[in-house]
């Protein structure tokens, strides 16, 4: 059976994605530092009440909450060995949100936070099979397809694509962050980024988190200009400022953040949502804005 979400992207929808899973947790009380997958085993509820309400402001695809679930990254909460429990779990608890709706569900996989070798500790075999391992949880617990995101370099992000691929046959989206305004911490530009995962079998490129809002438009504009595929496009809202407390706070307000989503699209963004700082609120705004210009 052909993929929705392949579907939906030949008829050339405009699909609005989420907004931020960590922020948007660590307002409603997750402890800073304490990655979101803690609470997919111990407040579920928390899990799904966020994937209800950004349904409820628009969301065609909701992410789930495993975006540091591989056995690598688990490894500093003390979960490797519960990885695959816990992104079954991630996943089953966004599709029980979308249950009775069509939305669809992506899991959502970062990286592994370590560099490879020989720029640091991380086997490139040991990469792959945890990636794999998670992509194969993911894919049990029920997701729609696979979201390999945040990634900032071209050889762990390709190993990642390809160890999904060698577990499941769902749709893989690639998004890079470019958090040193049009270019990755290791340098990496959209052009440099389209021309290397193009080739890999992917079903659309991305840019997610990164910094301002202008400089994640400048680095759209750059992969549309040479990319082949759909676009993933979730920008932050805005870069964090600290309050009195050393907390971040986004001050970009959901009417500003809605008033780029036009130019997004005509930029060549099939899938707009939000990533760090976009609450429910801002996701709503962007929603209204996607149906004025692309009506659905």
Same mark, same amino acid.
């Given at each position: 059976m052909e993929s929705k979400?392949?579907?939906?992207l030949q008829e050339g929808k405009c699909l609005v994605a989420d907004?931020?899973?960590? !922020?948007?947790?660590?307002?409603? *009380?997750?402890?800073?530092?304490?990655?979101?997958e803690v609470w997919v085993l111990e407040h579920p509820e928390q899990i799904l009440q966020l994937h209800k309400d950004f349904?409820?402001?628009?969301? @065609?695809?909701?992410?789930?909450?495993?975006? *540091?679930?591989?056995s690598v990254r688990l490894e500093h909460a003390g979960l490797a060995d519960r990885a695959?429990?816990?992104?079954?779990?991630?996943?089953q608890l966004a599709r029980q949100a979308a249950e009775g709706t069509?939305?669809?569900?992506?899991?959502s996989m970062g990286p592994t936070g370590q560099l490879l070798k020989p720029l640091g500790p991380l086997e490139e075999q040991v990469a792959q099979e945890a990636f794999a391992a998670q992509a194969q949880a993911l894919a049990e617990? *029920?997701? @729609?397809?696979?979201?390999?995101? !945040?990634?900032? @370099?071209?050889?762990?992000a390709a190993i990642a694509v390809r160890a999904v691929l060698s577990v499941t046959s769902l749709p893989v989206v690639?998004?890079?962050?470019y958090d040193r305004g049009t270019r990755t911490m290791m340098g990496v530009r959209p052009a440099q980024m389209a021309k290397e995962m193009e080739s890999l079998g992917v079903a659309a490129l991305g840019i997610n988190c990164g910094r301002s809002l202008e400089d994640n438009f400048k680095a759209l504009q750059e992969l549309r200009n040479v990319a082949s595929l759909p676009i993933w496009f979730k920008p932050n809202a805005g870069l964090p400022t600290l309050d009195a407390d050393g907390q971040p706070t986004y001050t970009i307000t959901p009417e500003q953040m809605a008033a780029e989503v036009p130019s997004w699209l005509a930029a060549g963004a099939q899938i707009v949502g939000g990533?760090? *700082?976009?609450?429910?609120?801002?996701?709503a705004a962007i929603a209204q804005a996607v149906k004025r210009v692309s009506p659905r």
């Open positions: 979400f392949l579907q939906l907004g931020a899973t960590g !922020t948007n947790l660590q307002q409603r *009380g997750l402890a800073r530092g304490m990655p979101g349904i409820a402001a628009g969301a @065609d695809i909701i992410l789930t909450c495993s975006f *540091g679930g591989t695959g429990e816990v992104n079954r779990r991630a996943a069509s939305v669809l569900v992506a899991g617990g *029920g997701v @729609d397809l696979l979201l390999i995101e !945040t990634q900032f @370099d071209l050889t762990e690639v998004s890079f962050s990533c760090c *700082g976009t609450s429910p609120e801002h996701l």
